[in-house]
């Protein structure tokens, strides 16, 4: 599973954009991957605004590619996992954001894969 390297405090579009260039994008990247929260219906709301902003910033400020992944059960997914690898409910609230990331870069490495 991929390991993301830290968790973000939402701090406003121009914000989290400066931060995560200055401490994910770099001459390795390849290309960015944000994740939709999604209704269940699979509509867009108001997260999905917010992260297609922040993916439209960081594609202006980086010159990559940015690919959306539905981030729907995420959250789920890492704390199953998480549990399954015997980890404390303390410990995975310090954690649950990071393994969720991982989880919704993986979904879209398989759906590259499977293309």
Do not use: N
């Not at 990559?64 to 690898?85: C, F, G, K, N, W």
């Amino acid at each position: 599973m991929p390991v993301p390297r830290f968790t973000l405090a939402r701090k406003g579009v121009k914000k989290d954009v400066a931060a995560l260039m200055e401490r994910a994008v770099d001459a390795s990247t390849e290309a960015i991957v944000v994740g939709l929260p999604l209704h269940d219906d699979g509509s867009e709301g108001d997260g999905c605004r917010i992260a297609r902003q922040v993916g439209d910033a960081l594609a202006e400020a980086s010159g990559l590619p940015v690919h959306y992944q539905d981030e729907t059960l995420s959250t789920v997914t890492a704390r199953d996992r998480l549990r399954a690898a015997g980890m404390s409910e303390k410990r995975q609230r310090a954690v649950i954001d990071q393994a969720a990331a991982g989880v919704i870069l993986e979904d879209w490495l398989s759906e590259q894969r499977q293309r």
